[in-house]
């Protein structure tokens, strides 16, 4: 760990868009599958760092709602990855205190995926030392969608007035309602977009922006994003006299 690291300021909650791995393999003139193979051994590392440091929450960007418009064997790639990863790590996961979630359209995952998926959720829902959230055919769009239906199913019961929808009552019905907003947003890869990602719960998410490509992610990154977050001033619409004051 670096002598900085004692003057961060440890966000809650931190939400990585895992961008850039089909960039990197194509750099070393290999197929975009093997620049995902690279890019998921990188988890790892930041799971265990992220742990460490004391953050609660750990989102990571796996798969979102427009990459089911990727080429099939693409997919089928990524999705047999996910399983294999969660295989792999689960053990040790569980062993570490560590609490895995999965949020995103489950309906459209594959079966043996999903199999996995409630195997490690189920294996890990008492941990409490780290929540690590993958995202997984997510998408914001889709998270406010289905919150939207929610509330509407039940006003048309008659258990909810139109009136008492408010930002409460609609972020109760938003994937992780149970779990702090994002306040570290990072993307690697050098693309300035949320691609759909949290659209909601990054509404006063500090943004990190790297070139670096996920493949080449490492612990040190991680920390200059978390350098970078500790130098911000969140004022959340306040004046800075009256944060700092
Ligand atoms: C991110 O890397 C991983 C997923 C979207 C699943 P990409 O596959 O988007 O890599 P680039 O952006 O093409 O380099
Ligand atoms: C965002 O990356 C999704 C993930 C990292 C899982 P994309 O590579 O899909 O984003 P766009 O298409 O460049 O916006
Ligand atoms: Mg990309």
Redesign the pocket.
Known sequence: MPEQSDQLQIPRHVAI??????????QRGRP?TF??KV?SSKVHDIVEESKELGIEVLTL????SE?WK?PKS?VTF?MDLMIQMLKKEIRKLEEKGVQVRFIGQRELLPEKLLKVIRDSEARTRNNNALILQIAASYGGQWDITQAARSLAGKVARGELLPEQIDEQTFAAELAFSDLPDADLFIRT?G?LRISNFMLWQAAYAEFYFTDV??PDFTVDEYHNALRHFSKRQRRFGQTGEQVSG
């Open positions: 868009v895992m961008d850039g791995n089909g960039r990197w393999a194509r975009r620049g995902h890019g960007f796996a798969f979102s990459n990727r693409e990524l890869g693309e490509l996920w």
